[in-house]
């Protein structure tokens, strides 16, 4: 059962992502960087001090990690998009137990961002079965 506080921070995560659309940041190294970034492994933690930051000081955290996210220039996604993919990406964590880069090998950003109009409207236990029985279906 995944309680108030990870749905929490399964918003803060998406906004997170939402947030990296409206700094022009590119979709997909952003979402790249991040999933494999430090902060996400804190994240992923049973308790850090950054599941308490908002998303500003979370994108912050992240640019100042990497400096090719203010460089690049590729694809901005929209902000529904974003959202949907970092607020899944974190409530797979939660549901799984799975880190981030685990989580990232199996659902790439353009898997996230080939399924978002099917599977963005479904509970996201179910997007998360379907997106672990594609990356399967792919390793066979």
């Known amino acids: 059962m995944i309680d108030e506080l990870a749905l929490k921070l399964c918003d803060i995560q998406g906004r997170m992502f939402e947030l990296s659309a409206q700094n022009g940041y590119g979709s997909a190294l952003f979402v790249k960087i991040f999933m494999t970034s430090e902060t996400a492994k804190e994240l992923d933690s049973k308790y850090n001090r950054m599941q308490w930051a908002g998303e500003e000081y979370l994108l912050e955290e992240i640019v100042s990690s990497d400096d090719a996210i203010a460089a690049s220039a590729g694809e901005v996604f929209s902000a529904d998009?974003?959202?949907?993919i970092g607020y899944l990406y974190r409530?797979?964590?939660?549901?799984?137990?799975?880190?981030?880069a685990r989580i990232y090998k199996q659902a790439?950003?353009?898997t996230m961002k080939r399924n978002y109009m099917?599977?963005?409207?479904?509970?996201?236990?179910?997007?998360?079965?379907?997106?672990?029985?594609?990356y399967g279906q792919n390793q066979g």
């Open 118 to 134: 099917m599977f963005h409207t479904m509970d996201p236990t179910l997007a998360i079965e379907n997106l672990k029985e594609i």
């Open 81 to 84: 998009v974003l959202y949907w």
């Open 91 to 100: 409530y797979w964590h939660f549901y799984t137990g799975e880190d981030s």
């Open 108 to 110: 790439p950003v353009e």
